[in-house]
């Protein structure tokens, strides 16, 4: 069995393969282009700083990560976002706007919030109580985002709320990204209560009775940075992970599959391929160009982070006494999609006396800033930063991390294409795929399908899977 890629998707489904498995004999061995594992997810630990050139948390109502993490020991590492002392903003005409509270990853959990914002205009907030009285759609057709969220609660609520958040955790466009994988949950709530408004109010009533369960905070990551996930799954691999190892080919065999890493052949009963779309394209470019094509069209776009390290007498004193996260609303113009105050969103990522920030930069908008030199980005988030919150003073500290094509975006169509990739694939028995390019962009969405896929493996293989 071999799986290909070291992300946190191609480590967690070797850990599903090797703890869902009845037969401990399950040979399981896992081949990695880079020297390193854990791809997107990189921690730089320097002089007390905890700078994360990737994800740097997970989203807690979705738990997988989590609980993958307290299954291998990394439990008491968890920590959780301080949301009492942290706020997220949206630039809008000139100025910053409170967050409405209850907005979580695009998604209003709160309606109150929303009736009273000054974010919205009265016409909006009229316009969103349209939600109540409007026929659910007839359709069974995917749509984006944008176009769900206008049509349910109106355009202003997209623009200034849902797509700065989005926009700027996906580094995508909210009308392109599919409403179906994105905001699921939402399409689910229109379709059992015709409102999403009133489909809220029965959950929120669930979990005051105890139904269900929310979490404290939204995010959590943990204390010594993201990369000690996909650390700790390596080392619970051993020698079967080789890092440094190019696979070059994969090629029907008899039956099985044949795999050329570093010019050395392999054989596997069946492979998965945790690796992003277009690598996986190349692979089954000489057995499927069918297979090939499809996965060729699966869109990217890229993003830089920008991490900057600020003394306490840098920092203007309101910022210092309430630091903010900012997103910006879709009809503004800025070279900025987001940016996080590290060190207060989270403990220990920052010596005393000393701030870190985290800027995002790019999208699709914006793809040439991924190419341009350290100087010209680090310019341009310092020109972002003075004019939104009036921070003047130069870091004393920058690190800088260029993703070029390295944000899948799951656009409209998105699971047609998916299910039109298994049927092709379902006539050559052995190869799966799974990671953030197929079925989630987020660390949680890819823990769980990296379990869904080992699920499917061991099936394919007759093993009796345990489901714990």
């Known amino acids: 069995?071999?799986?290909?890629?070291?992300?946190?998707?191609?480590?967690?489904?070797?850990?599903?393969?090797?703890?869902?498995?009845?037969?401990?004999?399950?040979?399981?061995?896992?081949?990695?282009?880079?020297?390193?594992?854990?791809?997107?997810?990189?921690?730089?630990?320097?002089?007390?700083?905890?700078?994360?050139?990737?994800?740097?948390s997970f989203f807690n109502q979705k738990p997988d990560a989590i609980q993958l993490c307290h299954a291998i020991g990394l439990g008491d590492q968890v920590i959780s976002s301080n949301d009492d002392h942290y706020e997220t903003r949206v630039w809008f005409r000139g100025r910053l706007w409170p967050l409405p509270r209850g907005f979580r990853m695009g998604i209003p959990t709160r309606i109150r919030p929303f009736l009273t914002t000054p974010l919205l205009s009265p016409f909006a907030k009229a316009r969103m109580a349209l939600d109540l009285v409007l026929p659910a759609s007839s359709s069974d057709s995917d749509e984006s985002v944008g176009a769900f969220l206008s049509r349910r609660l109106g355009r202003e609520v997209v623009e200034r709320m849902a797509g700065p958040i989005l926009s700027a955790i996906y580094a995508g466009d909210p009308y392109q990204m599919s409403a179906r994988m994105i905001l699921p949950q939402l399409v689910e709530l229109e379709r059992r209560y015709r409102s999403l408004m009133r489909g809220l109010?029965?959950?929120?009533?669930?979990?005051?009775?105890?139904?269900?369960?929310?979490p404290a905070s939204v995010f959590s990551t943990l204390r010594p940075g993201m990369a000690i996930l996909p650390e700790r799954l390596a080392q619970r691999l051993g020698p079967d992970l080789r890092l440094s190892s190019r696979v070059e080919s994969l090629a029907p065999q008899n039956g099985r599959w044949q795999i050329i890493a570093n010019g050395q052949a392999w054989t596997a009963d069946a492979v998965v391929l945790a690796v992003p779309a277009h690598v996986a394209a190349k692979l089954v470019a000489t057995w499927s160009r069918e297979v090939?094509?499809?996965?060729?069209?699966?869109?990217?776009?890229?993003?830089?982070?920008?991490?900057?390290?600020?003394?306490?007498?840098?920092?203007?004193?309101?910022?210092?006494?309430r630091p903010v996260g900012v997103v910006v609303a879709l009809t503004e113009r800025a070279q900025l999609?987001?940016?996080?105050?590290?060190?207060?969103?989270?403990?220990?990522?920052?010596?005393?006396?000393?701030?870190?920030?985290?800027?995002?930069?790019?999208?699709?908008?914006?793809?040439?800033?991924?190419?341009?030199?350290?100087?010209?980005?680090?310019?341009?988030?310092?020109?972002?930063?003075?004019?939104?919150?009036?921070?003047?003073?130069?870091?004393?500290?920058?690190?800088?991390?260029?993703?070029?094509?390295?944000?899948?975006?799951?656009?409209?169509?998105?699971?047609?294409?998916?299910?039109?990739?298994?049927?092709?694939?379902?006539?050559?028995?052995?190869?799966?795929?799974?990671?953030?390019?197929?079925?989630?962009?987020?660390?949680?969405?890819?823990?769980?399908?990296?379990?869904?896929?080992a699920q499917l493996v061991l099936s394919y293989f007759g093993y009796k899977v345990d489901a714990r």
């Open 337 to 453: 999609l987001a940016l996080t105050w590290s060190s207060a969103k989270f403990d220990d990522r920052a010596p005393t006396g000393w701030h870190l920030l985290r800027a995002f930069i790019g999208g699709p908008f914006q793809e040439e800033l991924a190419r341009r030199d350290p100087t010209d980005l680090l310019n341009c988030t310092l020109a972002e930063l003075r004019r939104m919150l009036g921070l003047y003073a130069r870091p004393r500290r920058v690190w800088i991390y260029s993703w070029p094509g390295a944000h899948p975006q799951m656009n409209v169509g998105h699971l047609d294409r998916i299910g039109r990739i298994e049927r092709l694939l379902s006539s050559h028995p052995g190869i799966f795929l799974t990671g953030s390019a197929f079925r989630g962009i987020g660390l949680a969405d890819c823990v769980r399908y990296a379990r869904a896929t």
């Open 1 to 56: 069995m071999v799986v290909v890629g070291a992300g946190i998707s191609g480590l967690a489904t070797a850990y599903y393969l090797r703890t869902l498995a009845t037969d401990p004999n399950l040979q399981v061995t896992v081949f990695e282009e880079a020297p390193r594992p854990g791809g997107k997810v990189q921690t730089v630990q320097c002089d007390g700083f905890v700078v994360e050139a990737g994800p740097d």
């Open 292 to 321: 090939a094509t499809e996965l060729g069209r699966f869109p990217v776009s890229s993003s830089v982070v920008v991490a900057l390290a600020f003394q306490d007498e840098d920092i203007p004193e309101l910022l210092r006494r």
């Open 201 to 214: 109010q029965v959950a929120r009533r669930h979990r005051r009775d105890g139904n269900s369960s929310a």
